[in-house]
């Protein structure tokens, strides 16, 4: 049964640092891997999507990479603003459902 | 596009009264997914539609649940009799396919039953 673990279950950091989310999984038999950001009150908003097939997935300030025989992937933040804030969970599509992570909770200060 | 839209926002019931929650998926997504969020279980899948047809209801937790798809713009999750179990964030998400698209939701509707 596919587990999905995100660490830090929190982080708080000032503003303009880079900084890194990890999930890990259990079966590197995935379809896919998706990032997505929860704000407060709302839905999740998805933020990148990477195939099985690729290593990473790049949207603006944000990177993901995936590395599938170790059952990893990271989600990189290049100089994070307090608009970052909110809960950052990853979700793995086995043959199965999809599984999400926990989630990382981020602060940004100003 | 208006992405996926779900009524109501919040819902406030008594035990044993009927609930009905909608969903409006984002037009040409061939997928609906209904979800449930609590802070002890995290997301989890409840039930999923292709064109429109349940495929996988192995995560609705009891008979008292019941989802329909009567058109492709559609959707309905009824809980009848509802519980204070119960209580939680349903989601609605679609996508355009199984595999290889994002998963796109709405803004949820949260259900207290007191």
């Known amino acids: 049964k596919q587990e999905v673990t995100q660490i830090p279950a929190a982080l708080s950091v000032p503003e303009g640092e880079n900084l890194v989310l990890n999930c890990s999984f259990t079966?590197?038999?995935?379809?896919?891997l998706q990032w997505f950001r929860q704000d407060p009150g709302k839905g999740l908003t998805s933020l990148l999507l990477i195939q099985s097939s690729q290593r990473e997935q790049t949207s603006g300030r944000l990177n993901a990479s995936l590395d599938k025989s170790s059952g990893r992937s990271t989600l990189y933040i290049a100089a994070s603003q307090p608009g970052d804030s909110a809960t950052y969970l990853c979700a793995v599509k086995g043959t199965d459902k999809l599984i999400f992570g926990t989630g990382t909770r981020l602060q940004v200060f100003p | 596009d208006a992405g996926v839209i779900q009524s109501p926002r919040h819902e406030v019931t008594e035990m044993g009264q009927e609930v009905t929650l909608r969903c409006k998926p984002i037009?040409?997504?061939?997928?609906l997914f209904w979800y449930r969020q609590t802070m002890m279980r995290g997301l989890e899948l409840l039930i999923y539609f292709n064109n429109n047809v349940p495929i996988d209801d192995s995560g609705m937790p009891e008979d008292r649940f019941s989802a329909k798809m009567p058109n492709a713009s559609f959707s309905t999750l009824k809980i009848q009799p509802s519980e204070p179990r119960d209580s939680a964030v349903y989601f609605c998400?679609?996508?355009?396919?199984?595999?290889?698209?994002?998963?796109?939701f709405g803004n949820g509707t949260r259900l207290t039953v007191t």
């Open positions: 998400a679609s996508s355009s396919s199984y595999y290889n698209s994002p998963l796109h």
């Open positions: 079966d590197s038999a995935i379809y896919n």
């Open positions: 037009s040409g997504h061939d997928y």
